[in-house]
């Protein structure tokens, strides 16, 4: 067939996704045989395009979101290293910003990252006090090859609210939008190649919300063509958003408190179904509409929901402060779901900053009563073992946080001292294999230095943050 005519493929999918019909008549030399299988080709290619290419819209290489391209923990790319050598790793690039927890979002050649300016007022990070400061709130788009800041969009943002470093929300990368939502209720969708406004909200003046004493905290999610925000107020703890218009397409439940608990999506019984886990139930709700499916009480100490539910199989473990830890076991005739086991002062884990991983059975993750990183039977909540190695260091302390990412066999674990670690997570222990000091703690909390921002792994790349600079190391193996 070389030679016989020339089509480039991709100009072949184009003219089939936009309905073209091209005429194999006109295409030179073409035998019966060539239109037969032309035909074919054309057919192929337009499945392709219906089917394939909206799944490409984010690289395989990219950390568009909180926790990753799939909400799971897990990071795919090939050519990483498994073992973080001795010697160390390679700091590509430092860039400084100001404060906060967001974690960064990595999507094409961009990195997003928020933070907040501080020009007056005192802060304490007193769990019991809402610090009023006057500051400026910042989205932050930069180079990711060499960590340039490309541009900002800042507005002026008054707290008042405890821990008060700055934005909590890792950005939500979607196309040429990037959606952010600030410690008081900004969200923002703006374009990701200049930064201008596309359009926002402000959830205390739109929904009659209150801050929590926190902040607001739940990572916005996109499913489809909807933006999913927890927000609060009277009927609108959940609230649906079309992601390009801003427009709301409903809202729904009333609560205590809206919690931190970011928005998930699940399947069982054969139904998609949107989690909403606020300071007083853990509900399931229909993503198309908001009708609530089933709701349990689930009620954490001081409405700190932080954790995303996890779903493995079907079970659902649920975890907070003290000791609210649950396993629900999902209905597999219709949405629905019974407590299964409940932890207690020798059994469970308890998550608050970190949520926890799950793999072959065994929960992985780190325990706001003692500080340690446990692992415990999914099944019943016996604890296996406990390590504060990537935690606190040695000691019991509690809210000790490392935040969790598997890689293949291996598990990336970013420890509250500013380490990246490699270690093998398994029922019977916690080996680590390399370690590597990237930043400085900056923040403060219980008496000790502690850096709780979530990092984000990308084109071989681990990038994370303090409250001064954002840093980027290879994780590229040697060949």
Not at 117 to 123: D, H, L, N, T, W
Not at 246 to 256: F, I, N, P, Q, Y
Not at 455 to 467: G, K
Request: charged share 20%; aromatic share 10%.
């Amino acid at each position: 067939m070389r030679g016989e005519w020339s089509y480039s493929s991709s100009e072949f999918i184009k003219s089939s996704h936009q309905g073209d019909m091209f005429n194999v008549e006109n295409v030179t030399g073409c035998t019966n045989k060539v239109k037969t299988m032309f035909t074919i080709c054309r057919v192929l290619n337009v499945l392709m395009a219906m089917y394939v290419l909206p799944a490409l819209v984010v690289s395989a290489d990219d950390w568009p979101q909180w926790l990753g391209p799939n909400l799971d923990s897990n990071y795919r790319e090939e050519g990483v290293l498994s073992v973080i050598p001795e010697q160390g790793l390679e700091v590509l690039w430092r860039t400084p910003i100001a404060g906060g927890y967001a974690g960064p979002a990595v999507a094409g050649d961009h990195v997003f990252v928020t933070d907040y300016v501080r020009k007056s007022g005192e802060a304490k990070n007193d769990p019991g006090i809402r610090n009023e400061l006057q500051g400026t709130e910042q989205v932050h788009c930069l180079n990711r090859t060499t960590g340039k800041i490309l541009w900002t969009h800042s507005y002026d943002c008054p707290y008042k609210i405890s821990y008060p470093a700055g934005p909590r929300a890792t950005p939500t990368v979607d196309g040429d939008r990037v959606y952010t939502l600030g410690a008081e209720g900004h969200l923002f969708c703006l374009n990701t190649n200049n930064g201008d406004v596309i359009w926002s909200k402000q959830f205390q003046k739109d929904y009659q919300a209150t801050a929590p004493i926190w902040g607001f905290c739940a990572h916005p999610l996109i499913d489809g063509d909807t933006l999913y925000c927890v927000v609060g107020g009277d009927g609108s703890v959940a609230v649906a958003f079309d992601k390009m218009t801003g427009e709301e397409k409903w809202r729904a439940l009333s609560a205590s408190e809206q919690g931190y608990c970011p928005p998930t999506i699940i399947e069982a019984a054969g139904v998609r179904q949107l989690l909403i886990w606020d300071a007083d139930n853990l509900s399931a709700l229909n993503p198309k509409t908001g009708e609530v499916l089933w709701s349990n009480p689930l009620k954490p100490a001081y409405g700190m929901s932080i954790a995303a539910p996890r779903k493995s199989g079907d079970l659902l473990f649920a975890s907070a402060i003290r000791n609210v830890g649950t396993v629900f076991q999902l209905n597999q005739e219709k949405p629905g779901a019974v407590e299964l086991w409940t932890g207690n002062a020798k059994s469970g884990v308890y998550s608050a900053n970190s949520t926890p991983v799950i793999t072959e059975g065994v929960i992985y993750g780190t325990d706001y009563n003692t500080g340690g990183l446990r692992a415990v039977d999914l099944q019943t909540g016996e604890i296996f073992w406990e390590s504060w190695k990537p935690t606190t260091g040695t000691r019991r302390s509690g809210h000790g946080t490392a935040f969790i990412v598997k890689h293949g066999k291996t598990y990336f674990l970013f420890s509250e001292t500013g380490d990246l670690i490699t270690a093998n997570l398994s029922k019977t222990e916690y080996q680590e294999t390399g370690r590597f000091h990237i930043l400085e703690p900056t923040g403060e909390a219980f008496g000790r230095s502690v850096v709780w921002t979530h990092p984000a792994f990308a084109n071989q790349c681990c990038y994370v943050r303090n409250d001064k600079e954002i840093v980027c190391v290879s994780l590229k193996a040697k060949d």
